[in-house]
């Protein structure tokens, strides 16, 4: 299982960002696939999920009506699309993916990506 994340940038409060995670090594349309973040000095934490068809997804409060995700199970890759960002969205934020249905519990998944650093700061 390979899971590379990209698009992670410095961002001013209200931008916009558009993360993406590219899958290999296994087949991607079978799994369901979220999105986490850790800031320095805490937990990992979730962000959002994706069903293997994408027809069902699932938000943490904080990016409820901000973040959307988003897969391309013809491009193995799954998105998440970041928009009014605020300073405490700053965080690394890695892609993982779990074998049937997505799970909003870190400890469902096995094996994660390097993470992509969002900066949110005027």
């Known amino acids: 299982v390979e899971l590379v994340e990209s698009g992670g940038s410095l961002v001013q409060p209200g931008g916009s960002l558009r993360l993406s995670c590219a899958a290999s090594g296994f087949t991607f349309s079978t799994y369901g696939m979220a999105w986490f973040r850790q800031a320095p000095g805490n937990e990992r934490e979730f962000v959002a999920a994706i069903s293997l068809s994408g027809r069902d997804t699932e938000y943490a409060p904080s990016a409820k009506g901000r973040f959307t995700i988003s897969r391309d199970n013809a491009k193995n890759t799954v998105f998440l699309q970041m928009n009014d960002l605020k300073p405490e969205d700053t965080a690394v934020y890695s892609c993982?993916?779990?074998?049937?249905?997505?799970?909003?519990?870190?400890?469902?998944?096995?094996?994660w990506g390097q993470g992509t650093q969002v900066t949110v700061s005027s």
């Open positions: 993982t993916g779990r074998d049937g249905y997505y799970s909003p519990w870190a400890g469902d998944y096995n094996s």
